[in-house]
């Protein structure tokens, strides 16, 4: 029995059972990660002494019977959250040396329900990229293909999934991040409704599109992780005081009842011819699980990329202003003036893609420039979700490709940002929206990568989108495949 490549539901029950220990547990992962981890790249930051020590006290809280929902359970979480004695980085230099003094609100609740945290890891530099290569501590790879990039920009925390070096994570979705490298990685990959999850502690990007959401080995692994992370956190203003529903109950058989969109701008110029026949066997799945089938239309789809670029990167500029080496992290000491301390500082400790997109945002942002831009980018955003809302009114859950294409290789389009930005565009609409969204595998292209379904749902209807998940994986019942790039 190689516990690592089990699921929660799977190792909960023998934990339960107490056919295994929560540090069995634990050292069959630790041993995992030693095996491939040189392959893969999937953590920053290791936490083997405080994870056996949550491992003993989850071991402890099982024989006194008040252990919590993922008592036991090995996780990873992306190195955008802060952690309390573990060093946060966001992939950047400019953050190598900050330990944070608190958990984020999400840490907070992981460790409550039991979880054994194994460490942080890896990203694209505050949350920028697709293919998680911007990342300061090297590029993880995708354990299918390890010539392959594993997505982004929480391609560490797919990657240590799909690995089975750990038995699922957290990651972050600011335009796809998450729902882009589950599907590349083929794992499955949760962004809830803006709102639904506090994002306090988390490492703000663009603090009006982050979410934070599971990526698990299956549907019902992700509905037990939006159990525990879900809920109203006073700390966070944007976090909504709405109900926390059991969200296991909605894994339930047939579709009968629900009808399922399929966008038609979704299908377009440019859709790999791979990806679009594994999409269109999961939707003849979800038919015959008993879901009916229509045309919608998200007209304004071609405009999302340009408006989330706008608003995205302006947030940045905002947000990445208070890393001047003046509080915490890197300081760059050569400087002789307080102006070239910050000019120096944020020069050595920011990469490329960083700077970049300070740029743009600060420009759109510049007197002269605010109407042009970011005003127009946000009245695009209002069409978008006006889009969505009407699409709902014909239908219950989108379904569509996650990405136009499967992974590509690794330095394929690290030189050309367009290319890169553009393989967001069937996930950024649905983050300027706030709604859900998630990728579930529905195949394998010939070159034997992964590739995913997207589902998305109306605001706070995480259900339907878990409900329609879980019929899709029953339903295609795709066989249990280990990556190709790490069998060991």
């Known amino acids: 029995m190689e516990l690592p490549a089990l699921s929660i539901h799977e190792v909960k029950d023998l934990l339960a059972s107490g056919q295994v220990s929560a540090v069995e547990v ?35 809280a099982i024989k006194n019977g008040n252990g919590g929902a993922l008592c036991g359970i090995p996780l990873s979480v992306k190195d955008v959250l802060c952690t309390k004695g573990i060093r946060t980085t966001c992939g950047s230099r400019i953050l190598e040396p900050f330990i944070p003094p608190y958990d984020a609100t999400v840490v907070e609740k992981l460790k409550k329900a039991g979880a054994v945290i194994l460490g942080k890891v890896s990203m694209d530099e505050f949350a920028m990229g697709s293919s998680n290569e911007n990342c300061a501590y090297g590029v993880p790879k995708n354990p299918w293909n390890l ?22 994570s957290i990651g972050s979705d600011t335009g796809g991040s998450i729902r882009q490298p589950a599907s590349f990685c083929g794992v499955v990959g949760l962004k809830p409704t803006y709102g639904r999850v506090s994002r306090y502690g988390l490492v703000a990007f663009a603090s009006s599109l982050d979410q934070l959401g599971p990526l698990t080995k299956n549907v019902q692994d992700s509905a037990l992780l939006l159990n525990v992370i879900c809920g109203y956190d006073e700390k966070d203003s944007t976090s909504v005081n709405l109900h926390v529903p059991d969200y296991t109950s909605a894994l339930v058989e047939g579709l009968h009842g629900i009808t399922v969109g399929i966008p038609r701008e979704y299908f377009g110029e440019g859709l790999d011819n791979e990806v679009e026949q594994a999409v269109k066997n999961g939707i003849a799945a979800l038919r015959d699980a008993g879901a009916h089938v229509v045309d919608v239309s998200l007209p304004h789809t071609d405009y999302g990329v340009a408006a989330y670029y706008i608003v995205a990167c302006a947030e940045a500029s905002s947000n990445l202003a208070r890393f001047d080496g003046v509080k915490y992290g890197f300081r760059d000491t050569d400087a ?12 050595k400790g920011f990469g490329d893609e960083v700077k970049r997109r300070i740029l743009i945002g600060t420009y759109a942002l510049s007197s002269g420039y605010y109407d042009a831009y970011y005003k127009k980018a946000s009245k695009v955003r209002t069409m978008i979700v006006e889009d969505y809302q009407k699409a709902f009114q014909s239908c219950d859950v989108l379904v569509s490709p996650v990405a136009p294409t499967p992974a590509w290789r690794i330095g394929e389009k690290i030189d050309d940002p367009l290319s890169m930005y553009l393989a967001d565009i069937l996930t950024i609409p649905a983050n300027l929206a706030g709604i859900p969204g998630a990728s579930v595998p529905c195949g394998l292209s010939g070159a034997g990568l992964p590739i995913g379904m997207q589902l998305q749902a109306s605001h ?3 259900e339907k989108l878990l409900q329609v998940a879980f019929n899709l994986e029953k339903q295609l019942a795709l066989p249990v495949k280990k990556p190709a790039g790490i069998v060991s």
Not at 147 to 168: H, Q, T
Not at 336 to 347: A, E, G, I, N
Request: aromatic fraction near 6%.
């Open 26 to 60: 634990a050292h069959s992962v630790f041993d995992r990660i030693e095996a491939v981890e040189d392959k893969v790249g999937a953590y920053i930051t290791r936490n083997n002494e405080q994870a056996l020590a949550q491992a003993e006290a989850a071991d402890q």
């Open 147 to 168: 010539g392959y990039v594993c997505g982004g920009s929480s391609g560490g925390s797919a990657a240590s999934v799909a690995a089975d070096e750990c038995l699922a």
């Open 336 to 347: 002789k003036t307080l102006l070239d301390m910050y000019r120096h500082t944020r020069s």
């Open 460 to 462: 706070f209807e995480e």
